[in-house]
């Protein structure tokens, strides 16, 4: 028997419809500018979509065409996420933080056709224009935006260079938007390349609907019309994890930082806008919480949750901001997961170091996310909070395939291989101890680097710390702790290997250690591990070696 219910696609025409009409008054976005805020209601939004997909198909996307972004969390930028896939073309935000063979690589296997740039980026595009193979028109946004076109023109043989605001001007604020197949392609990102090559994963009109359902639940980020979200995260990465289109879903109304991206202004932006969701990796929270700790008068009070995710939250960062009122929720996803797969928000029943567990595992899983714990040796792990694996999920929102690239060993019979190392409790809680390149392998057992990194930096006088395993003669590998000592503070190898006595086992204590100026981060501002561990196979670090603890299969027995 068929259902007598009518067949809607589900597409982000339709969420830019409703959160437009709807919420065309009370939805707005609010973008940092040099002079202050720049404000649109989702109406004016919305008007500007049509403006833009008008002056597209001028420029002769009339298909699946890509249409890149290489910006700033703004404005214009939402116009885009809307408009682009709305026309029926595929939106690309491009990362503006990765090494210019990197960007051409991906723009290139994506066969971009347009890009739009900030004015402000141009100086950073620049020098990847010749090497793009598919780029034909190059569109200039913001102020000055003219002028800074004249200055690139002719500089990319085959790439015709435009001013945003020429293009839009006189163009109707209405568009016939074309019926759209909901499973045909929406946006498009890449993995930032942690791992190897970068590999593209596209969503579709319905993955973007149902992910922005997922999280505006109340057990995920629970996301509503009275919601004023900042996402600091990049709109380049994950598409600011979902954040934007969930808000013009539910009429959430968004506070969007440019490219004052420093403590000091997101903080201030906070306070002024009065915002109730704010979203970005544990690196940029750690500059904040400084910031809040010299700053304590700031005035928070308005902030419900602060999501942070793309890596493990430290204990330490969540007690940093219960000190000013802010509660973190702590997330789990990837480029492959839209990326929310999990969101730890604790039951209610919790209390104590309970609640702890909780808040700090990675979350539990989101409605229609399903996972499983797959062991070394094949088996699927029950859901008992102790056996560890491969995290395998599946899902609407889940990628099944990358684009343009056979990469089967990612999947296994339906479900997305993630790389994550973790296991599930009974109440679908996900607790990662690492990833899998990144688990240290020491005579056979495996250390966490990432409890190792949590735990040091749990230490008063440690700003950061990465935990890396490098070559060991005697035990196949070894961590070398590399840290970064808080302003003012001093401590030594020693008193730091003390510290983490009776927290893990003698056996995982670190013998290598390096203190460094910063941790180097990845264009999306994880530690960056790999470029640790050649530093180190390269003799760049300067390295203290403590004497190493008892052998270790004594130590393991000892425990
Ligand atoms: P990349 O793989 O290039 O870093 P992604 O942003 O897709 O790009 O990263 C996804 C990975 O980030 C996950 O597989 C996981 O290893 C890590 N990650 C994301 N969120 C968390 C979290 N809350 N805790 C620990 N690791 C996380």
Redesign the pocket.
């Known amino acids: 028997m068929r259902s007598t219910m009518l067949d809607v696609p589900l597409t982000i025409g339709s969420l830019t419809h409703h959160g437009s009409t709807v919420h065309g008054r009370t939805g707005s976005v609010a973008t940092l500018t040099a002079d202050g805020l720049r404000r649109a209601p989702y109406a004016e939004v919305a008007r500007n979509a049509a403006r833009l997909a008008h002056a597209l198909r001028g420029l002769g996307v009339t298909a699946d065409q890509r249409v890149a972004t290489f910006m700033w969390n703004n404005q214009e930028h939402l116009e885009a996420y809307l408009a682009v896939p709305s026309m029926g073309a595929v939106l690309h935000p491009l990362n503006i933080r990765l090494p210019s063979d990197q960007v051409a690589y991906i723009a290139n296997h994506a066969e971009d056709f347009v890009v739009l740039v900030d004015a402000t980026l141009l100086p950073a595009i620049a020098p990847v224009l010749p090497s793009l193979t598919t780029v034909r028109h190059l569109v200039v946004v913001g102020d000055n935006a003219a002028e800074a076109a004249d200055a690139v023109r002719g500089k990319a043989p085959g790439v015709e260079v435009h001013a945003y605001s020429d293009l839009l001007t006189g163009q109707p604020d209405t568009f016939d938007w074309p019926d759209i197949d909901e499973r045909s392609a929406a946006a498009m990102c890449y ?5 190897g090559n970068p590999k593209g994963v596209v969503y579709s009109h319905r993955s973007v609907v149902l992910h922005s359902m997922g999280i505006a639940l109340g057990d995920a980020l629970a996301i509503g019309s009275n919601d004023r979200a900042l996402p600091v995260v990049p709109m380049f ?2 598409l600011a994890w979902g954040i934007p289109h969930a808000c013009f879903l539910v009429g959430a109304s968004l506070v969007l930082p440019d490219r004052f991206m420093t403590p000091e202004p997101l903080a201030r932006l906070v306070e002024d806008e009065r915002v109730t969701l704010a979203g970005a990796v544990p690196s940029v929270w750690g500059g904040v919480l400084q910031y809040l700790d010299a700053n304590p008068d700031t005035d928070w009070s308005s902030l419900r949750d602060v999501i ?6 430290p204990r330490t960062l969540m007690e940093g901001f219960e000190r000013h009122g802010v509660r973190i929720l ?7 997961t839209s ?1 929310v797969a999990t969101v730890a928000v604790p039951p209610e029943y919790s209390g104590g170091e309970r609640r702890w567990r909780y808040r700090l595992s ?1 979350g539990r899983l989101v409605s229609l996310v399903e996972a499983r714990v797959v062991t070394p040796d094949g088996a699927v792990a029950p859901w008992n909070g102790e056996t560890v694996g491969e995290v395998e999920v599946r899902g609407p929102w889940i990628t099944g395939s990358y684009y343009g690239e056979d990469a089967s060993d990612r999947f296994d019979d339906g479900w997305l291989r ?3 190392v973790g296991h599930l409790d009974a109440d679908g809680f996900l607790t ?1 101890t690492d ?1 899998a390149k990144d688990v240290i392998k020491s005579g056979g057992e495996w250390i966490s680097s ?1 409890q190792l990194e949590n735990l040091l930096m749990g230490h008063p006088s440690v700003a950061e710390a990465s935990v890396v395993g490098v070559p060991d003669e005697r035990w196949g590998e070894r961590p070398l702790a590399t840290v970064v000592v808080r302003t003012g503070e001093s401590v030594t190898a020693e008193q730091l290997r003390d510290f983490l006595v009776g927290q893990v086992p003698r056996w995982q204590l670190p013998e290598r250690w390096s203190f460094v100026a910063e941790v180097p981060k ?1 264009s ?1 501002g ?1 530690f960056d591990k790999k470029v640790l561990r050649q530093r180190y196979a390269e003799g760049d670090l300067v390295v203290e070696t403590l004497t190493p603890p008892a052998r270790q299969a004594d130590a393991a027995d000892e425990e």
Request: aromatic share 4%; net charge neutral.
């Open positions: 993995s930032s390349g942690t791992t990465h994950v942070v995710g793309g890596s493990a939250c702590h997330a789990w996803g990837m480029t492959e990326p990675q993630t790389g994550d990662l990833r990432v990845t999306v994880k």
